[in-house]
């Protein structure tokens, strides 16, 4: 059984002290946001943490959720329902929502670092609270006064929790297919008909209702995206009163078997004529659920970050106990019968990967959370358009490279743990069961890498990349002078000058043929994820050069920092080749000589 | 429910046109091995593979094996042992086994392509006869006349199997440090005592009898590595004249709970004063144990590739039937409410890097096992030596890159699945967990890089690396003057002498710097199985362009062969890059602060 203790002091570091959110949050008027609090709220959320969600872990992935057929019912794993009354009576269902609804409106960045917290602890237990807060946001965003006095209040102070509906059986990524049917009653409210899977949260024993945000069609409806509305179908009826009436005519068929987060119950939800209410306008729904995406991919970036951390803190623990073999250069323990697992390189080499990927990924996605709270909190229009712009460049990013990065990094700490990484009492190959789904839900990384190069890249004639190139540049030149900044500051620039560069030629290619997009898209992704790394590594060694840091942080940046440009950076070679190799050797081939 | 059709057809091109397996038997004298004979054995056993093995992958996945505390008996998956009965009435375990002891003496690299086939249909249930094969090369070489008689010829009969009992609670890769002892008897057996883990096999319900090879130190042993012996212990005591008596004093004493391969049993063995005979000479246990490791790590390699190539087969399957968006082109099945996913350049991307591993991993294993062979037959010492060197260069390439190609193509498969390949019932998850074992058991892909790079390469003076450049150059030469051939000739004639320039470099490091070694072994294993499987499909692409081949296949290959060039080639850069910034960025870091 492994443990878990909230990385406190780096995430401080990399909030404060690389990505300035104190004078960010000052800025932006959030009064409540001071530090003396936030301090004290992330204290006392890496106890609950800890404490109460780390020991349910392990007993959530070998119990899993029942499902009751007669009933329709589920039972989550033991502990899970009371770990959430205890969630909610702490006042952490509201953390960021906003005040007038009874949330506390503390800054989303913060909040990000709350979420890894509670994903690193218990994944499983964690997606409830996370498909509640994508509906806060839609319904914060899209839902009429009603809506948002019955259902948001409710899911802000966690009295009901929220889920998304979007997948049926023939669609996920292609949500264009769907074909959930919506047929509007004098009343007002719609009867909502259809079959939708791999619904998180869909039913459990957390609360009474559930609030579903259901995805369907007007008969009316145009085919395809442009034809799509977005509903609100509680698993109780209930009235523009906020008072709960009888079960709706919604129900749980079935739960997934599935490679990991068993404590995190996917259904199969059936909708039967189910009363449901329009959120937003007709056939716009998609764009309301996509309003919702940012939040909602970054979320589920921060699962990878969070189970990249829990891997290697399992595996630095053990790298230390575990005596294996002696060093090449000489025992370095010679009393002891064999050296530490640690003081082999090729041990580090994992260790490293693991601290410079989920060190330089909790930079990268704090700072893209920082862009949700100027979103809603600058006063310059023009800064929030800039913010919103560079938040969608950098969304894919964040749930495209974090969640890979958190396979791997769970694939080398199982690996460190050489046979007893298999086994299940030593808990890391839970979490890389757990980590696999992340590169898949809230859009494969393929739909990333698209949504990156195409939407967000090209379509923009490279809005959000220039802003970010914009960053680097001012970067590099306030650092120029310094010469123990040198070594990051001559090939960050390189790389971002290549990156660039790489994009305009992609741009041309993609002109000539649209299938260039697709064939770049994932080594585009991963290109800027190591180049945006890059930078996060850079700005972090010159945090911790400043006065006042200790000695111990400040050689432990340098050290990563350096592997992470001599080792890891390295990587964005490869896929530049790749890159340039262009579409034809993806295409040239005919889908029926594939097996031949 | 996955389906498993062995790829008879890419089987046999590899072994008999690529690799010339046919004038290879014929010269070597291996008369029994007709092609008439081979094809068809290669068919039955595609066809119990199919159509036995492959319906109990899911269920062995599912139910798992039982331990009885009770009694220490293991009851394996249901069907598990009806398929080994069959197995053994096939005369399926002594396919390769030598026939003065039961065997039908066929190749080992055609035994190879029928473990591909085993391993792919069930991995689990292939591990029990992968142990004895094991057993068996130990017994062939080092066993004494009786013990030959007896156990060898019950193990090649398949009456009973074997199991290889190296590791303990505290030593896994450093086998200097194990403790387990045996004590001479005056009837000239061994008493044997002590805990081992992790023995594969180590009690089921397939025979009655399960002979283990146990490493253990004598009572005068030096210590450390040196003082290792090698016993058979078998679970039921056995008399010279083989005549089974009563229960030996070794029993299970729990099973392993583990990611995957549930049906493979997974064992603590303990050893309470055991009779065991030793087997070679005193001390000298882990030179006859490493005489089987050659084997068994290619074995463990094939495994590798069986995974890749069962996660293509589904992957391929569903990205053909499965429809999801347009194609960025322009809609190539307009008929259809969208296009099946293979018209999309990254599923494309991830289905050619599974084939072009697969197939390309196909190649590199059957030769390496063809080296068996010749060790075995070759009439030239030679010719012997030389094999020889080259096996034991190419295994831990085999068993180090197959292995993470199985984990990585399991990935990719999974990955083209969506959310569905997350559910259990599609069984891609299944081969993603079985799979994540292969890279740590038989010796972790670090050892087997420190193998390649230290013992293999280094130590020998590149004696195995200079075999392997000279027929990378013999066939570039030969091909030099084919138009055809250019475009895999050139950049494959680079590799091979930037192979070797490397190679030269990190010897010059490690001359000053032992630490240097530890410091590039991984990426040296991965930049050598790039190259190795570039010259591998260079081979294929001459092969499919002589007369008579097929034009489906000669277009399939050159295809696969492109991508496996601009696509796959360049990982070789990252590798390369990485090893070049030397040892330092992996230790400067003190251990202590890893977590500062």
Known sequence: MSHYTAPLRDMKFALYDVIGAEALYARLGLENATRDLLDAVMDEAAKFAGQVLAPLNAIGDSEGCRFDPATGTVATPPGFREAYAQFVDGGWTGITGPEAFGGQGLPESFGAALKEMLDAANLSWSNYPLLSHGAVEALKRHGQPWQQDVFLKAIVEGRWTGTMC?????????????????????????????????????????????????????????????????????KLKTARDGTVGERNAVRCGSIEHKMGIHGSVTCVMNFDGAEGYLIGEPNKGLAAMFAMMNSARLAVGLQGLALMDRAWQGALAYSRERLQMRSASGPKFPEKPADPLIVHPDIRRMLLTCKSLAEGGRMLALHAATLLDVIEHAQDEQERKDADVLLGFLTPIVKGMLTEWGNECAYHALQCFGGHGYIREHGMEQLARDARITTIYEGTTGIQALDLLGRKTLQLQGAGLQQFLRMISEFCSAQAQDPAMIEFVLPLAEAARAWGELTMEIGRRAVADPEEVGAAAVDYLAYSGYVALAFWWAKAVAAVNRDGQPDDLRTAKRETARFYFARILPRTQMHAAAIRTGAGNLLALDAALFDS
């Open 166 to 234: 979007l997948t049926e059986p023939h669609c996920g990524s292609d949500l264009g297919l769907l074909k959930t049917k919506a047929e509007p009653r004098e009343d007002g409210t719609y009867a909502v008909t259809g079959t939708k899977i791999f619904i998180t949260g869909g039913e459990h024993d957390f609360t009474d209702n559930i609030v579903h945000l259901v995805l369907a069609r007007l008969p009316d409806a145009p085919a395809g995206t442009k034809g799509i509305s977005l509903f609100i179908v509680p």
